[in-house]
């Protein structure tokens, strides 16, 4: 009988311990046939996880981020221990005594299903095995990829620290609304740092790696809650908080940046603009796309915080006046159905869902409204963010009686003169408030629209080329085209400078002779008979005049007797274009370029003919802090000294490229100023320091433009319709753009200062009269005369008239003077004696010039 029992239990032992073995054996062999070829851990070690790229002003203000998944990348010892503890009572209660898995925590986890039937769980897996599984591994659910991460996990266990696990995990985890790590997530739900939290704030925050669509602030809010309310009890029996705390952070509510208990983050930035826009363009090709979205760049942009709402604020202003002329009516092209007006609720709701501009600020802000109800006269609106008085929001039949709507057969309709006329129920519209402009008081809400018509605006440093404001359009919301950098246009008129820059290099001088007569120049495509803006020629005319009243006929004349292949490789050497087309038609801007190309070139006139290199960045950090890009090279070896003399500056070396005689920089730049108070800029250019510039108007006013300068700021405006087409008679540079530069340039002034414009050493400057060239003695006064710069130790000629070899008709006049009467007047010679000028030339309506 014993041995037959000793038998028995033997056997049953035998077969356990045999079980056991094979067992092992399965286990064993699973794990080895699972753990080849597996991802190595170790790269784990030197992980460095997609970041926030931020764009921060020239003043340090952060204005911009860019990011594929909105991380902010935050060190283990940086990140509070109560995040840390909300977590792992939330994850993973024993993680910093397993090895990688955790067996009593699947035990746990299994027996909290069963008692919750599935709701509010601890999860299986430890957040060494989510590591491996968010990192290395896929995330479905096969058993195969569980075994994997098992083994992964204990072999990480032994090569990284727990808090660097950590770490991996807490700035890696996606948390909802777009929120990858704690710390973007804090602030994406409670716009705080993590070290701002509360208790009931972290368990929030670890309540969502399990799935963050199922525990939405909103939508999901009781759900939260409840999921909420558990860490908080994990974190008090895990003895990271006490009962008292627990007891007052459990009664708290849910409260969040979506249920609208805090501001959001993105209310600190302002609207995404074209500048910033174009910085992502410049960097993504300059770093790659993928370095610039997820390598935690810090950008330090060269735009001007003040200056920069002026910019788009004088854009704007022309645009808008410019359609407000033209008196038709457009919208915005949206309708909200009748069914979505029945309540406040949800025309709200539907205009919130409308793509409509929300970023323009013209006098007052702009709001997206719909038409609620059309009356005899005036109609109701529903404005977006503004909640409805008592007797609702009007828009007056006097606001509507500047347009005309135009007809289903394309035709306009009459001037409207009730609201009706203009719009319907359902429509949606912008509007902003009309205010009184002694008081700010409220008067009516007013329609508008975003122009048709588009154009950019630039300005930079002239020293240094930071660009300090740029505006791109009407609005980055309504079209993010940037017209400043992508548009290219046919600049016109305003090209005129580089030929007159290759004339005065080749010898020539501002009073030198040009013929103003017609041409007749043969082309593959007929005869081409250019004319000036006024239909008129006036004969022989010094180079300056030329430019002032921006002659057609001397630029061609002057751009043969050079060389247009002289004028392209001035034209390059600026970097106004890549190639120039050496076809005289060029002479007259009839190539496209952009306009951020030609302040750029123009701002190398104003600093004395030193290369320029146009920039929207200073200075680029990686997110190390190391300085990956700088824009300014210049080199100051005294800003290393602790002290310097008394009374002296630091020496700042500049090692830029000279790209044109200093000499004939000042020169182009005196006979620009010419343009601006005597030319075609001087009824719309009026600022208290020496400004210089040009306009451009091309052919049937389809491309308008003015660039100028003073002695430390370059910036320029074009105007015109995006797919090109006339804008009407006297839409000229001048008349459009010249505007614009002057309503920035009153504000740049005050900020920036200006003055005199340097005057090179080789200057000898002579009185000339600047209708006929004639030298004038060095006393001679008068509206005629001008002091024109000569470089010394040459002896100018004067006298001589240049035709560019075309043929001059007999009967020209040899002088004819621009403005007032038909008489004839005396000027004093150089040698003292009288001479008779005039008869002066009635001209007609002066423009810009352009291609004719």
Avoid at 714 to 735: F, L, N, S
């Amino acid at each position: 009988m014993f041995r037959f029992v000793l038998s028995f239990f033997g056997g049953i032992f035998t077969t356990i311990t045999l079980g056991v073995g094979m067992v092992a054996l399965t286990i064993g062999a699973v794990f080895w046939m699972y753990g080849r070829d597996l991802p190595s851990h170790e790269s784990l070690a030197q992980y460095t996880p997609p970041t926030i790229s931020r764009i921060y002003s020239g003043q340090g203000r952060l204005i911009d981020e860019f990011a594929k998944e909105r991380r902010l990348f935050t060190p283990a010892e940086t990140i509070p221990d109560l995040v840390k503890q909300a977590f792992i009572s939330a994850e993973d209660k024993n993680f910093y005594t397993h090895e990688g898995y955790d067996l009593r925590g699947i035990g746990a986890a299994a027996v909290d299903a069963v008692k919750s039937r599935g709701r509010d769980v601890r999860g299986a897996s430890t957040i060494t095995q989510q590591v491996m599984k968010n990192f290395l591994l896929s995330g479905d659910r096969r058993a195969e990829r569980k075994i994997k991460e098992i083994i992964l996990a204990s072999r990480l266990e032994e090569t990284l620290s727990k808090e660097k696990i950590l770490e991996l995990y807490l700035n890696e985890i996606f948390l909802g609304q777009n929120s990858y790590g704690v710390a973007a997530a804090s602030q994406t739900y409670f716009n705080k740092t993590l070290s701002e939290l509360a208790p009931h704030e972290a368990a929030f925050l670890a309540s969502l790696p399990k799935a963050p669509s199922d525990y939405h602030p909103v939508r999901r809010k009781e759900r939260l809650l409840s999921r909420r309310n558990f860490v908080l009890q994990e974190m008090m029996e895990n003895g990271y908080i006490s009962e008292e705390v627990y007891e007052y952070e459990v009664a708290l509510p849910l409260r969040s940046v979506q249920n609208g208990d805090f501001e959001s983050f993105k209310a600190e930035l302002p609207p995404r603009d074209y500048f910033t826009d174009e910085i992502r363009r410049q960097l993504s090709e300059d770093f790659g796309e993928g370095e610039f979205f997820t390598g935690g760049l810090t950008v330090r942009a060269t735009i001007d915080n003040e200056m920069q709402p002026v910019a788009a604020n004088a854009l704007r202003r022309q645009l808008e006046q410019y359609d407000r002329g033209q008196g038709i009516w457009r919208g915005t092209r949206f309708e909200i159905p009748a069914e979505q007006l029945e309540t406040e609720e949800k025309w709200r709701a539907a205009l919130a869902d409308l793509r409509v501009p929300r970023d323009i600020d013209l006098e007052n802000q702009w709001y997206p409204a719909v038409v609620l109800e059309v009356g005899s006269s005036d109609a109701r609106i529903g404005i977006e963010g503004v909640e409805d008085d008592e007797d609702g929001h009007w828009i007056p039949a006097k606001d509507v009686q500047w347009a005309r709507k135009r007809l289903d057969d394309g035709k306009l309709g009459p001037k409207a003169k009730v609201a009706g006329d203009l719009l319907d129920v359902g429509e949606v519209v912008l509007v902003r408030r009309m205010t009184a402009d002694n008081d700010g008081s409220f008067i009516r809400w007013t329609l508008r629209q975003v122009p048709e018509v588009q154009g950019g605006f630039v300005a930079m440093d002239v020293d240094t080329g930071r660009v300090i404001a740029m505006q791109g359009g009407f609005s980055y919301q309504a079209s993010v085209f940037n017209r400043a950098t992508q548009a290219k246009r046919q600049p016109g008129s305003s090209f005129k400078p580089f030929v007159y820059a290759s004339a005065l290099d080749s010898g020539y001088s501002p009073a030198t002779i040009v013929v103003d007569a017609p041409i007749e120049i043969n082309t593959p495509q007929g005869v081409w008979r250019p004319q000036n803006a006024s239909h008129k020629f006036y004969g022989p005319t010094p180079l300056r005049t030329g430019i002032e009243q921006s002659r057609n006929l001397m630029t061609i004349r002057l751009a043969q007797e050079v060389g247009m292949d002289v004028v392209g490789s001035y034209a390059e050497r600026f970097g106004v274009y890549d190639d120039l087309s050496p076809v005289l038609a060029n002479a007259l801007g009839s190539q496209e370029t952009t306009l951020y190309q030609m302040v750029s070139a123009y701002a190398m006139f104003a600093n004395g003919g030193e290369r320029v290199q146009p920039t929207l960045v200073d200075r680029v950090q990686d997110r190390y802090g190391r300085t990956v890009y700088q824009h300014d090279e210049r080199k100051c070896y005294d800003c290393e000294q602790i002290s310097l003399a008394p009374g002296t500056a630091p020496k700042v070396i500049s090692n830029r490229e000279r790209v044109m005689d200093p000499v004939t920089a000042y020169q182009l730049t005196s006979m620009m100023r010419g343009v601006v108070e005597r030319g075609t800029a001087r009824k719309a250019i009026n600022l208290p320091i020496p400004i210089a510039g040009k306009t451009g108007t091309t052919n049937d006013e389809k491309d308008a433009w003015f660039v100028g300068f003073s002695s430390n700021i370059a910036a320029g405006c074009y105007i015109g319709y995006d797919t090109p087409r006339p804008m009407g008679r006297g839409a000229g540079g001048g008349a459009l753009c010249a505007p614009v530069f002057q309503r920035f340039m009153s504000e740049a002034i005050q900020k920036y200062g200006g003055g005199d414009f340097s005057v090179p050493e080789q200057c000898r400057f002579i009185k000339i009269d600047r209708f006929s060239g004639a030298r004038l003695s060095d006393g001679a006064t008068g509206g005629n005369v001008v002091s024109e710069c000569f470089r010394d130790g040459e002896e100018p000629l004067f006298g001589i008239s240049f035709d560019g070899g075309f043929a001059m008709g007999a009967d020209l006049p040899l002088v004819e003077e621009l403005g007032g009467s038909s008489s004839s007047r005396q000027v004093t010679t150089s040698t003292g004696k009288k001479a008779t000028v005039g008869p002066k030339a009635s001209f007609g309506t002066l423009s810009s010039g352009g291609l004719y």
